[in-house]
């Protein structure tokens, strides 16, 4: 259990960036006070709880098994609230989590916001995306950069750079490809073995980029087209959940 981040003053809506350090970690009880101590009832034990505190200076907080979280404070004490270890917060039949990723809300009802836990080699706020398979892996480069709901040009930048510059490639790819096509099919350049062997790289590598270029266009799209519907569709049934 490790601490994140305290608020002091709450803010309804912000955005907050913090690192994750061994230090905001929460020991169990058990790896501070001796077994005795750790024997008695939470009662009992409970008034102990300032000892840790006093005695490791960079101890942000720990907890019990029974009952209890606890932050030390500034002047070093324990400062207790009931916590409930075995409560979970996923979203149940309203999760909106794709690939076998695991939905959590922030509160167990009415909740306001939700997060998705994604399995290993998946990614994205729905673990939409995918570093497995052959292939370019477009998803994983691109997929971030998709705004759901918002057209072509109002994309990011880097999107929409990526895509002329795939078309450029595609149109210097074609006429490259061409020429090399028309020159190889006389009959002098292939007079040699080597004039078949290059005749045949340029048709290749006609298809070659033709098929890189429908790919990215055919993935562009749909990423759009189709995370535009399941925003849509995810978000309404979440909050079809929320307020009924």
Not at 18 to 41: A, F, G, H
Not at 165 to 182: D, E, P, W
Not at 199 to 219: D, E, G, P, R, V
Request: net charge positive.
């Amino acid at each position: 259990m490790y601490l994140v981040l305290i608020q002091l003053k709450y803010t309804t809506s912000t955005h907050l960036f913090t690192k994750l350090e061994q230090k905001q970690r929460c020991p169990p009880i058990q790896e501070l006070l001796n077994n005795d101590i750790v024997k008695y009832s939470y009662l009992l034990r409970v008034k102990y709880y300032h000892i840790p505190c006093q005695e490791q200076s960079n101890l942000e907080c720990f907890h019990d098994t029974d009952q209890f979280i606890c932050l030390c404070t500034h002047d070093r004490r324990a400062n207790c609230f009931s916590f409930d270890h075995h409560m979970q917060y996923n979203c149940g039949q309203l999760s909106f989590c794709e690939n076998g990723g695991r939905c959590f809300q922030n509160r167990a009802t009415c909740p306001a916001a939700a997060i998705c836990a994604c399995p290993k080699c998946y990614l994205g706020t729905r673990c939409h995306l995918s570093t497995k398979g052959f292939g370019l892996p477009l998803d994983v480069i691109l997929g971030y950069q998709i705004r759901p709901k918002l057209g072509f040009s109002d994309q990011p930048s880097s999107l929409i750079i990526s895509s002329i510059v795939t078309i450029i490639m595609f149109v210097i790819g074609l006429i490259n490809g061409f020429l090399s096509i028309i020159t190889f099919r006389l009959e002098n350049p292939r007079s040699v073995g080597c004039g078949i062997y290059l005749l045949t790289a340029s048709i290749m590598s006609i298809l070659t980029i033709t098929f890189f270029t429908l790919k990215y266009l055919f993935f562009r799209d749909h990423s759009i087209n189709n995370r535009k519907k399941s925003y849509v569709y995810t978000r309404s049934m979440f909050d079809i959940g929320l307020f009924s």
